[in-house]
């Protein structure tokens, strides 16, 4: 290209960490810097200059987004409690007592919920990608979840004013101790759940016996990293339970166990399911989601799925357990929640037992569902709404503001898209089992990492999905959403970089989208045309199969596949859009 293509209005970059960011400075290079006069925006929210920014670069990503209206996110680690003290190790002179709680948890919710933005994820079109199809039926694999405890048996309501909500902690010496405030406005919904660690225990007992008495591969999954307090204690009193009375046992029989984030982890079974298994997931309403989409795959199988899933996410609020105020108990004693001084709520709990409160913002659910009817009636989607409102007060107010936005539409004489509602286990069980084109999924937020998880994997890989956070004010953030790919970042450093597996497919997307929002932005065709030839570039190269190696099988066309390296596939891009 002979001369770059001016961009009048700047683009804010945030980098990640691993060979995802081995990968986004390659592309940035490769594709932006070197074709086009922009002005870069960029901020490190790698989880290094997290920690040692003490959460500060956060903030200015906040800001950044906020001021310039367009941005690209690449992954970051969520770290883990190796990884932190690691951190502190080389870091000697941060105090953790002083870490701001940006320092060390994930950014992503915490920009979301800074620009007040919900994600909508889809597949990207590829016309030479077969959806995996794994043998099914008759599978040996049994979800085990816990029957007691958890959100199934938590206590909601709809705050009936504006104010102030305490949760208050009484222990042995009787004076009440408020752990936790937040503000909440009429309508808002809260709820307060636990569990008693002794029946987690008395659990992990249980789930480890069986998988050794069914002679089963054991896998276990939670939402550590982002639920520390809640499931990251489940997870710590369950695998000491393993270490102690289990492993080795489970080591005599020839057995494996297996931890992973929920959601990574239901991706990787649904598409990917092993032989025999036995897989614990303790927090219920999960479990039993998972349960029933494993009971109708033994039976019926995958089918044929040749339609598009689009995944939209309600993260501006917080609204579920990312938003969540979490702790274990720290003695025996007595939770509450006070609304304006009033109590609403109290339970018994005992030492260790995880405690969980959290709320959502009224108004941030009726302009979610407002931003859900929109791309339905735009894109000519179906929706399919999630929601367990006969039995959960918290989901009722989701009916409600659905009916309104129906009046409003009514009476601007707009018809409303179409939609069906149903109970959330029926919900996952529809997108994987069932899918109709065009479907739309809304979620919250732990929902919708297990349903775009499991839908990209299904797709093909987590790289052949794109994924937008929209704001009500017009910002936009494009990301990719699979994760670091810690796995291939290691081998890349063990070889020195001559191993460099990655597939960029979803980075390059989320490139290209970022552009494409900015000519339209800036009235710019030259930038437009850039754009759009970047797209087809990439789904070019997936047609000639041209493929990284997470892809290799799944094209129309097997036996044509030359499976490439991370450079190889992007310099195939690059031949294809000159």
Avoid at 169 to 183: K, L, N, Y
Avoid at 355 to 370: C, G, H, Q, T, Y
Avoid at 424 to 434: G, H, T, V, W
Wanted: contains cysteine.
């Amino acid at each position: 290209m002979s001369a770059k293509i001016k961009v009048e209005k700047p683009l804010v970059v945030l980098h990640g960490d691993e060979m995802a960011q081995i990968a986004f400075e390659r592309i940035l290079e490769q594709f932006v810097r070197s074709r086009l006069a922009i002005d870069l925006i960029e901020v490190d929210l790698s989880a290094e200059e997290r920690f040692t920014s003490n959460g500060e670069v956060v903030v200015e990503a906040i800001e950044a987004l906020k001021t310039h209206g367009v941005g690209i996110k690449n992954a970051g680690m969520t770290v883990n409690r190796a990884q932190l003290d690691a951190l502190l190790e080389r870091h000697p002179t941060v105090d953790e007592s002083t870490l701001d709680k940006l320092a060390t948890k994930s950014p992503n919710g915490a920009i979301r919920k800074g620009i007040s933005g919900n994600i909508t994820r889809e597949d990207i079109e590829f016309r030479n990608l077969k959806s995996v199809r794994p043998q099914w039926i008759d599978r040996d694999i049994e979800v085990d979840t816990m029957e007691t405890g958890g959100l199934d048996f938590s206590y909601s309501e709809l705050s009936e004013a504006t104010g102030v909500a305490k949760v208050i902690f009484v222990g042995a010496s009787g004076d009440p101790m408020e752990v936790h405030r937040r503000s909440l406005k009429k309508g808002d919904p809260w709820m307060l759940a636990t569990n008693a660690i002794e029946e987690v225990q008395a659990w992990a007992h249980r789930f480890f016996q069986r998988a050794i008495a069914e002679d089963r591969d054991i896998y276990l999954g939670l939402k550590d990293t982002v639920v520390p307090g809640y499931d990251g204690v489940m997870r710590a009193a369950i695998e000491e339970i393993y270490e102690r009375d289990y492993k080795e046992q489970v080591a005599a029989a020839g057995l494996s166990y297996f931890y992973e984030l929920i959601d990574a982890q239901a991706a990787r079974i649904i598409s990917n399911p092993p032989e025999r298994a036995l897989w614990g997931v303790p927090d219920n309403v999960s479990g039993m989601k998972l349960y029933k989409l494993v009971q109708q795959l033994k039976r019926y199988g995958l089918p044929e799925r040749k339609a598009h899933v689009s995944i939209s996410r309600m993260s501006a609020g917080g609204g579920d357990q990312y938003g969540s105020y979490n702790m274990p108990a720290p003695e025996d004693g007595v939770i509450k929640v006070l609304v304006d001084g009033v109590e609403k709520h109290a339970r018994t709990v005992k030492a260790s037992d995880p405690i969980l409160f959290m709320s959502n913002d009224r108004e941030a659910i009726k302009d979610w569902v407002e931003q859900v009817f929109l791309d339905s009636a735009v894109n000519k989607k179906e929706i399919y709404f999630g929601l367990k409102r006969e039995f959960v007060q918290y989901d009722e107010v989701y009916s409600s503001i659905i009916l309104e936005l129906r009046q409003e539409l009514a009476a601007l004489d707009t018809p409303p898209p179409s939609f069906m509602i149903m109970r959330p286990s029926r919900q996952l069980s529809k997108m994987i089992c069932d899918p109709p084109r065009w479907g739309l999924y809304p979620a919250q937020n732990l929902d919708g990492d297990i349903f775009s998880d499991i839908s990209a994997a299904l797709g093909g890989s987590l790289a052949t999905a794109s994924s937008i956070i929209i704001s009500k004010d017009g910002t936009k953030l494009f990301e990719a959403p699979h994760g670091t790919a810690h796995d291939l970042y290691l081998r890349y450093l063990e070889t020195d970089g001559k191993e460099a597996n990655f597939n960029s497919s979803a980075l390059i997307f989320a490139v290209a989208n970022a552009l494409e929002e900015l000519a339209g932005r800036e009235n710019n065709p030259a930038l437009d045309t850039y754009a759009s030839s970047l797209k087809s570039a990439l789904i070019e190269t997936v047609s000639q199969g041209t493929i990284t190696g997470d892809l290799k099988g799944k094209t129309l066309n097997p036996e044509t596949e030359a499976v490439v390296d991370m450079i190889g596939f992007l310099d195939a891009v690059e031949a294809n859009l000159k």
